[in-house]
């Protein structure tokens, strides 16, 4: 099938099989952020934003996107940047393998909710799994980033 | 204890790689590969124990894009082991790449080669196999003289004597007995006897199990594997394919995390045999369901522990008997038991007169466990700390106040530890200091908050080694560079752990440079100087020792070269920082005109390679406290806050000790509470999904603090143990014990779920 | 994963009951749960083009479209108004912020999946659907039928006064629940609906407040799985609905 999407900016025409799930379609076009982890759309590895609001890829069909926006971390880096250094400053990046989805809603959560308390965060990210930080470092780069912002 | 000001060490920075890890750059073995190999699947069995009796693959093999399909008829008939760890392995020879005669419902049937994954999963379907059911051994306190035998060929092979006997299901076994523990036992006012129980958990790493084989452009067999032992699997890729060595070359990109997974060659073998017989790339990535229900889990452990003790709570005897279930294969089986006794005993050395260790490791017909972060020393320390909290809760005394009086403390020797002795350990200063920063005489109150709900404290001591003593070889290559900065060559394996980080740090504060001036690379067998691996909580001890002795080392052939250009003896200069200077005088070389005259007309290279291994493995130590709210209808646990207080001698990154001790403390949680192992009536895992098996989300672990008390290790880096493992091993028995605080109920098989508590409680 | 020959977004209802009569073909919801399956679906057909992925409040009800998703539902503030938060709380800790972006209303009600917490909130409320061939009937009614090749359009809430009440035990924060239950007490009697029992959710009435709990952990059927034995279903079915009838009694 022929889709028409607009991709990290960038208006693009594909053909896709029917069953195609937008991951696989993603990785192909080189956005090799987007993880797969799971194959119960259950660890969030592969969030991306679908006209702004965050999905899961591996869950999605590509056919699905046709009309839409998707937007990865290759197209978010300049927002990204913003505050992953702050996640880097507590060691919380870690094996980094969660790393891109649990970004990609953490853009999602500070676009929808620019001040969230802890508990905010604690639940917005809550589909995001991550084996490695036990959560806290990530949280705690988190909040420093939001007073940096405040200071 | 060392008290010394550093620039480079005991300072937080930034993981090199962590930039790139946020911003999602491709650096996984599956973005690093190139997409035109073959799609490699593996047909799995249903059964757990079966042999194959016929299958047909002609149908399949029609399918358009099927390349081959290979059975147990196609493959080399070498035994070998998966486990990577040092030759002679202790892990018996008991593998083929497939066998006829298949172990567990997951067990390979046949291997797949396609040229899409749609294609191979069509191929799947159409694969008809026959098998001949055989009666399985499930239960792993039957199997030991079961007269249904996991391994009934002629052919197994351990490659050391462990005392194991396929013909009675048996891997390994040993009885160890130190001091009259009988005599002692009958002095005792008090004994306790217990079984404990612990599960087959899953690492659950993010990344599943995956590798991609290749050919140079030397022809030879190229891996590109997220694996945490890239020696370890050349080997056992060599023997399982038959080919030398110099003919593989393994390679680990970044790894999306391991904690032990990954210290097993779990899917290499797959595609690299594919590879072979097709001449082409091949790459196997697994499912989660396999990496569920194939990989390399816990090992299951029954622990029956017997304590002697005095009405003062004074701890004199222990008789620790474990009972492991291996699984189908020997993986890491007649090794990890042995941690349970020597990782959780000696936590007692202040007190124990005598103890007995003995064991049996026996096969059985589930998934093969494998090495597990905390490898045996976690499941150990869920039972002696379980008891040993019991005990004071009959004496009525303090659970802290009794390890106070029993607990090891600096320089004392070990006998349940191979009579090492703990030259750095603040195991006193860590409960002292934990139980200030918790507030556990307060806390360990229990509180009834109304509504059901009961607030309330646990604590549990833990430890681990550092390294495999007398096994575990690190090494490191330095090189200096034309512009003053240096390469560092490792075959350590960073996982996420931040090792290559820590290591540049190492090589920073020697050389007196910024960590940024300190590249580092690993690991390849062609690049990387030999290295047993990441595993065992070795890297920072003894990998780190060998980036100190290579910056030594370096530091004098940088001597000797300047010595040379400045015309004099190499005693007559000193190493400082970007230059090396004539002792007591303004002349200088600078480290880049020296860097350039290695390269003209020099025998002296402006690089090393350093090895070192150990003889002891220092014991980190920790104290972990846990306040939990226990609601008595429901039975749900909600942790409120973890706080641990880590002896790991120096923490060379501070963020980075603390981030690996965070997310052991949540493993560790998720075991005790909500990671379940359960399995059908094949022995299939149940939990084979992440819809199934659960593990803890960021709103499931409460709020974390983690604090650190110095030792000085003598014989580590800086005065540095490890942290890796230790980090596990707190939670079931500190959260075990606030649970029986706030419900006068032990439970002593993990997962404590909602409703064995919550059951239990109402049947009162 | 499933299989899926064609796709199509349907233009109409008309076309996409259609299509649906063939027994090979399936309407997507999240697709969530659709894809888990290794079957093949020739014709996939999707609703999305059919604007009914809104939730539309009027003075007497709300109407929610069926593919309106359960983030929808979490964050609508007059569905949460008039439930007093139970919307929002039974959708909170389905999986994450994601999964609820996508998993659409129709999906989960369509399904009548014993673990949904959609189904079991909504049961408690004066709710129906509207069938495309069907009609409007009682989400009650609904709930107990077998699947057919109907269309579900709309979920329609009334607004008849309640206090409705939700909770659920989760071993896992974000796992599907142990038992799941909503309470409500609305025209004069209580309604109690239990889902996960593992199977799909029932409700129970009763014009008296004492003993409801224990009556509703009587008279709803469990069972075991993975998650926890019939016995204690059972047991924290009553626990869950004496607590929520606390609770609505203090509201």
């Known amino acids: 099938m022929e889709i028409k999407l607009k991709l990290n900016g960038k208006n693009i025409a594909a053909s896709v099989e029917a069953d195609t799930v937008l991951l696989d379609f993603l990785r192909e076009k080189g956005c090799l952020s987007v993880k797969r982890g799971c194959d119960t759309s259950n660890c969030g590895l592969c969030t991306v934003l679908m006209d702004g609001k965050p999905i899961l890829s591996c869950s999605t069909l590509a056919v699905r996107a046709d009309g839409h926006e998707i937007h990865t971390l290759e197209g978010l880096q300049e927002e990204a940047s913003d505050f992953v250094g702050f996640i880097a400053d507590q060691g919380a990046d870690q094996c980094g393998f969660c790393n891109p989805g649990f970004v990609m809603n953490t853009i999602a959560l500070l676009r929808e909710n620019p001040d969230p308390t802890d508990d905010e965060i604690r639940a917005f990210l809550a589909g995001n799994l991550c084996r490695c930080s036990g959560y806290d470092g990530q949280l705690r780069g988190i909040r420093n980033y939001l007073n940096s912002r405040k200071a | 204890m060392e008290h010394k000001e550093y620039k480079s060490i005991n300072k937080s920075v930034r993981k090199k790689d962590s930039m790139q890890l946020l911003l999602g750059k491709p650096v996984y073995t599956d973005d690093v590969t190139p997409k035109d190999a073959l799609v490699v699947k593996i047909l799995r069995s249903p059964h757990a124990n079966a042999m194959v009796e016929s299958i047909d693959t002609a149908a399949a093999k029609k399918v358009p894009g099927v390349v081959d399909i290979y059975t147990w008829e196609d493959v080399p008939q070498t035994r070998f082991a998966i486990a990577g760890q040092t030759f002679p392995e202790p892990s018996p020879y008991d593998r083929l790449i497939i066998d006829r005669h298949v172990r567990f419902a997951g067990d390979v049937v046949a291997i797949i080669a396609a040229e899409t994954e749609k294609a191979a999963l069509k191929a799947m379907k159409l694969i008809k196999v026959k098998y001949e059911l055989l009666p399985a051994v499930l239960d792993f306190r039957s199997a030991l003289d079961n007269p249904t035998l996991v391994h009934p060929e002629d052919d197994w092979e351990p490659p050391c004597e462990v005392g194991g006997d396929p013909k009675r299901n048996l891997v390994a076994s040993d009885d160890e007995i130190h001091g009259d523990v009988e005599g002692i036992m009958a002095q005792c006012d008090i004994v306790l006897e217990r079984t404990y129980h612990t599960k087959a958990y899953n690492q659950a790493m993010m990344e599943p199990f995956t590798c991609y084989a290749s050919f140079d452009r030397y022809g030879r067999l190229h891996i590109i594997s997220s694996t945490q032992i890239v020696f370890h699997t050349r080997r056992i890729l060599s023997r399982a394919l038959g080919i030398p060595k110099s003919k593989i070359r393994v390679e680990k990109p970044r790894i999306g995390g391991g904690f032990g997974a990954k210290q097993t060659a779990v899917c290499d073998v797959y595609p690299a045999f594919v590879a072979m017989k097709t001449g082409r790339p091949a790459m196997i990535t697994y499912t989660r369901e396999e990496s569920q229900i194939a990989g390399s889990p816990r090992h299951e452990m029954e622990i029956t522990l017997r304590m002697g003790a005095m009405n003062d709570g004074r701890i004199r005897v222990m008789d620790l008997y474990t009972l492991s279930n291996t699984g189908a294969y020997g993986e890491h089986g007649p090794t990890t038991v042995g941690l349970t006794g020597h990782k959780a005993l000696p936590l007692y050395t202040g007190s124990l007169e005598a103890h007995r260790f003995h064991y049996d490791v026996v096969y059985t017909n589930l998934q093969a466990a494998g090495a597990y972060r905390g490898y045996g020393a976690t499941q150990g320390i869920f039972a002696v700390e379980s008891m040993v909290s019991e005990l004071a809760e009959k004496l009525g005394m303090d659970a802290t106040a009794i390890r106070d009086m029993n607990m090891i403390k600096e320089g004392m020797v070990m006998p349940a530890y191979y009579n090492e002795i703990a030259n750095a350990c603040a195991l006193d200063r860590c409960m002292e200091h934990c139980r200030q920063m918790f507030d556990w005489e307060e806390r360990s109150k229990v509180r009834d908050m109304g509504n059901g709900k009961i607030r309330t404290a646990g604590v549990a001591m833990g430890m681990q080694g550092s390294c495999i003593s007398n096994v575990d070889v690190g090494s490191a290559t330095l090189k200096l560079s034309e512009d003053g900065t240096y390469n560092l060559i490792i075959g350590a394996a960073d996982m996420g752990t931040g090792c290559d980080t820590i290591l540049a740090q190492m090589v920073a504060e020697l050389m007196d440079c910024h960590v940024d001036d300190v590249a580092v690379f690993g690991a390849d067998t062609d690049v990387s100087p030999y290295d047993s691996g990441s595993y065992a909580s070795s890297t920072t001890y003894i990998t780190g020792m060998a980036v100190v002795k290579a910056c030594n080392e370096l530091k004098k052939q940088i001597c000797t070269i300047a010595a040379g250009m400045m015309d004099c003896e190499e005693e007559a200069v000193e190493f400082a920082s970007t230059c090396v200077r004539r002792t007591g005088t303004e002349q200088t070389v600078s480290l880049t005109d020296i860097a350039y005259k290695a390269q003209v007309g020099s025998t002296v290279p402006a690089e090393t390679t350093q090895t070192h291994t150990s003889p002891v493995s220092p014991p980190p130590y920790m104290v972990g406290m846990v306040e939990i709210e226990l609601d008595k209808l429901t039975g749900k646990v909600d942790i409120l806050d973890y706080m641990a207080v880590v002896d790991c001698g120096i923490p060379i990154n501070p963020n980075l000790a603390r981030i690996q001790t965070e997310g052991g403390i949540v493993q560790g949680i998720g075991h005790t509470l909500m990671e379940n192992v359960t399995y059908d009536r094949n022995g299939r895992p149940a939990e084979s999904s992440f819809m199934q098996y659960k593990v803890p989300t960021r709103q499931d672990m409460g709020r974390l603090k983690v604090e650190f008390e110095h030792s000085y290790e003598p014989t580590g880096p800086f005065g540095a143990k490890s942290i890796g493992e230790i980090v596990i091993n707190t939670p079931g028995p500190a959260i075990a014990h606030a649970i029986y605080r706030a419900t006068g109920k032990w439970f002593r098989e993990l997962p404590i779920t909602p409703e064995q508590i919550a059951m239990s409680l109402a049947e009162e | ?251």
Request: hydrophobic content about 45%; proline content about 2%.
């Open chain 3, 1 to 251: 994963m499933i299989t899926i020959q064609k796709y199509v977004r349907a233009q109409s209802l008309e076309e996409a009951w259609q299509l649906n009569q063939n027994k090979r073909n399936r309407i997507l919801g999240g697709m969530l749960w659709l894809r888990l399956g290794k079957g093949s679906i020739n014709t996939a057909i999707d609703l999305c083009d059919l604007g009914l992925n809104t939730i539309e409040e009027t003075e007497e009800q709300f109407s929610i479209g069926s593919m309106a998703t359960l983030r929808d539902i979490e964050l609508h503030e007059g569905l949460n108004t008039y439930t007093g938060g139970a919307a929002a709380n039974a959708v909170k800790d389905i999986v994450g912020v994601q999964f609820r972006n996508m998993a659409t209303v129709g999906g989960s009600i369509w399904g009548r999946f014993g673990f949904s917490d959609v189904l079991t909130v909504f049961l408690a409320l004066d709710c129906y659907v509207e069938l495309y061939k069907g009609g409007i009937i009682p989400l009650e009614q609904f709930a107990a039928m077998k699947k057919d090749n109907d269309i579900l359009v709309r979920l329609i809430v009334k607004k008849t006064p309640c206090k409705v009440v939700y909770s659920s035990m989760r071993n896992q924060r974000t796992d599907f629940p142990v038992i799941a239950c909503a309470v409500a007490q609305m025209n004069g009697e209580y309604r109690a609906s239990i889902g996960a029992r593992p199977a799909r959710a029932m409700l129970l009435r009763s014009a008296q407040a004492e003993g409801f709990a224990a009556y509703v952990a009587a008279n709803v059927p469990t069972e075991g799985n993975i998650r926890g034995s019939a016995a204690y279903r059972t047991h924290l079915t009553r626990v869950l609905v004496e607590r929520a009838m606390n609770e609505l009694g203090g509201m």
